[in-house]
């Protein structure tokens, strides 16, 4: 098992960045995929990002692609969301997800249902 703690949320204004962490505790943190959800009020959930458990390989929703980065450290147990050019529209609680990947290091999952283990949340608010 895993569990999932994330930091790094806050107000910023547009136009603005901001880095959210991922801080997994448990073993073998490698064995896991990792994304980024988020929900703002009222909607439904988003997918936001992926990478596989190698780091190798990532995904970006067209909404954030070129604006955010998903990147992991799997030496420090800790995946890292770097949200650029945020926007207004980028308010929303931040989830990191983690479901076990024993298969090819290289795969990602895109859908938050793919997702087992979930941390609490990090609040981002985006001020226009």
């Known amino acids: 098992q895993v569990q999932l703690v994330e930091s790094g949320g806050g107000l910023v204004q547009a136009g603005g960045s901001l880095r959210l962490s991922c801080a997994a505790s448990g073993r073998a943190f490698s064995n896991y995929a990792v994304g980024w959800v988020r929900q703002a009020p009222g909607k439904e959930r988003e997918f936001v990002a992926a990478?596989?458990?190698?780091?190798?390989?990532?995904y970006s929703a067209d909404l954030v692609k070129g604006r955010f980065t998903i990147t992991r450290d799997n030496a420090k147990n800790t995946v890292y969301l770097q949200m650029n050019s945020l926007k207004p529209e980028d308010t929303a609680v931040y989830y990191c997800?983690?479901?076990?990947?024993?298969?090819?290091?290289?795969?990602?999952?895109?859908?938050?249902?793919?997702?087992?283990?979930w941390g609490q949340g990090t609040q981002v608010t985006v001020s226009s």
């Open positions: 990478i596989s458990r190698s780091g190798g390989n990532t």
């Open positions: 997800a983690a479901r076990q990947a024993l298969g090819p290091s290289t795969r990602v999952w895109v859908t938050a249902g793919d997702y087992g283990y």
